[in-house]
C-alpha cells in the first residue's frame, strides 16, 4: 500500500539542470506533492553508496549486471533509439552509459532520492554526467509537462509496487509523460525462481513487511492494455529460470 505524504523539499540538484527548466517550463517544483512507497525512504546517502558499489561486486553481480545492459541496449533498439529519454528512478545512473552510447541522445534522470542521483553524479566517469540532466522527483507526479521525452526507461521498480492501484497510477503517469515507447522491467510469474519464491513465501506467511513482488504476466499485461499501451516487446533475463523481464511498451491512443 502506497504512503501519500506531501514533500514541500521537492529541489533540483544544485548544479544541474531540470528537465522543467531546461525545457524553459515555469513549473514550481515546490508545489509538487511527493509521494513515497514504504521503501522509498530507504535509499540514504550509505546506501547510495552501497548500490553503487554492490552491482561491480563479485563475479555474479557483474555478470548480471552486464545482461541487463545487453536487454537494455536491446529494448531501446525495438523502441527505435529513442532521442529523448527519461531514466526514472535513474538510481545510481547504472544504465547511463547506455543511455549515452548514442551520442545525439538527450538524457533526463530522476530519483525520488537525491542522495541516489549525487552518487551517481560524482561517481561515473565525467564525460557520462556532463550529459545528464537530472532532478528529484515521485515517479509518480512527475514534475515535468505531457509528452516530455520521447521513451521512459524505467528499470528495477515496479517489482516494488504490489498493489495493482499503485502500477496503475505509475502507468498513467508514464502514458502523460512519455511521448511513444516506455521500457521497464519487474518480475514475472512463469519461471522456475518464481516458483521456488513462491513455495519460499508460503513458509513464511504473514511476514509485516515485503517490498518485493512477483507480477502474474496476466495481471501486468491486462494493466498495461488498461493504460493505454500495447506490448512490443518482452525481453527476460534468462527464459523459463529467472523471474526479471523487460518489456518494450508503446503508447496506443489512449487509456481504457
Ligand atoms: C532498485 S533501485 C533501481 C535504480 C535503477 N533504475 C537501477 O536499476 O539501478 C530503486 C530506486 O527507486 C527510487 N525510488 C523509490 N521510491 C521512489 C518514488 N516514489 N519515485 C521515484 N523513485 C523512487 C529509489 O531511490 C531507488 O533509487
Known sequence: MMNIALDKSIKTAPND?????HAGRNIDMQQQAGEELAFSQKYDEKHARHYFEKHQDGLWRRLSDWRDHQIARKALRIAGNP????????????????LAEDPDRVIHASDYNQSMIDTGMANRPKEITGRIRSFQGSAFNLPVPDNFVDSIFSIRFV?????????LKLLREFHRVSRDTVILSMWVDGNVKAMARRSLEKKRPGRAYQNRFVIPVATIEEEFARSGFSIEARLDFLKYYHMWRTYVLRKTQGQA
Open 83 to 98: 532521442h529523448e529519454v527519461l531514466d526514472v528512478p535513474c538510481g545510481t545512473g547504472r544504465f547511463w552509459d547506455v
Open 17 to 21: 539542470v531540470s528537465g522543467a527548466q
Open 159 to 167: 517489482h516494488h509496487l504490489g498493489e495493482s492501484e499503485d502500477r
